[in-house]
């Protein structure tokens, strides 16, 4: 009896530590995204096109595309205008999406596994529980997004996500602790003043001459990350977790906020 308790702590205490990690493996686990539903699409890109020029005026005067589910994946969409769209659940695994504008539009849910979005515009987006593992999202603006989405592994080298919120939803934590999921992933030069990481995973993350300018940190897992020449003005690391983080300069750190409060800061290493 008491190994059967032992054992359900445990096991309670793993699913606790990182459930959004867990819920997303869980996810891409039981997908098969070389299936027909993950790698194909039921449109051309002509048709996506007329489908979006032929949307209806939103109250400020632009056309809001109704994609909603739709199969769009492997298929070349550079440059179209997807912005105020509802792209709710779309599949666009390895689409090339190469500077199109998706600003205010609505990526709930959507598949976004390794697609290029190089330069694309994202601003004010929603991407809540969005799978964007790999995505290419060079010099792309998601400034003023909301993003709970899930970017192990994406490139978003010279990126501008001033003032968008990566946060943790604590009001909706029934699937899970919803946050933005950087693992891995490489945000040298980008621009994230201003923005919301509070509880965010950043493991790992490459962040050489980031600008993290009054950034909330709180909270968030940047075990591991190199945040070699990162621009910390302002920056608040309470309980931030700093275990074998590559830290800029003293000078640099001096400018930090709360950073006596960060959690394994004995552990963190300093850049020369």
């Known amino acids: 009896m008491l190994f ?31 299936s027909p539903d993950m790698s194909t ?4 890109r002509a048709e996506v096109e007329a489908l979006v020029k032929a949307a209806p005026l939103d109250a400020s005067g632009q056309r809001s595309a109704d994609l909603h589910g739709k199969r ?22 390895r689409t090339s999406l190469k500077r199109a504008r998706f600003d205010r539009a609505i990526l709930n849910q959507a598949w976004l596994i390794d697609a290029d979005l190089t330069e694309a515009s994202l601003a004010k987006a929603s991407l809540l529980g969005t799978q964007m593992q790999r995505a290419k999202l060079g010099g792309a603006d998601l400034s003023g997004a909301r993003i709970t989405a899930d970017l192990s592994g994406a490139s978003l080298i010279g990126a501008t996500l001033s003032g968008a919120d990566l946060s943790a939803d604590m009001r909706n934590q029934s699937m899970g602790l919803m946050r933005g999921v950087l693992k891995s992933a490489d945000l040298r030069n980008a621009n994230l003043s201003g923005a919301n990481l509070s509880r ?13 300018t009054n950034c909330n940190l709180s909270h968030a897992d940047l075990a591991g990350a190199d945040l070699s020449n990162a621009k910390l003005a ?6 931030t977790d700093l275990a074998s983080a590559l830290l800029p300069s003293a000078a ?9 409060k960060a959690r394994n800061l004995n552990q963190a290493r300093r850049s020369p």
Do not use: C, Y
């Open 252 to 260: 640099a750190l001096e400018k930090a906020r709360n950073l006596d």
């Open 234 to 239: 302002g920056a608040d690391f309470t309980e």
């Open 4 to 34: 059967r308790l032992v054992f359900s702590l445990v096991s309670m205490s793993v699913l606790l530590l990182d459930p959004i990690d867990a819920m997303s493996q869980d996810m891409l686990r039981n997908v098969d995204l070389n």
């Open 72 to 93: 769009l994946s492997h298929l070349d969409l550079s440059g179209l205008d997807f912005s105020g769209g509802n792209l709710h659940l779309v599949k666009f695994n």
């Open 200 to 212: 965010a995973d950043l493991e790992f993350a490459k962040l050489q001459n980031a600008n993290l």
């Open 41 to 44: 699409a039921e449109m051309t």
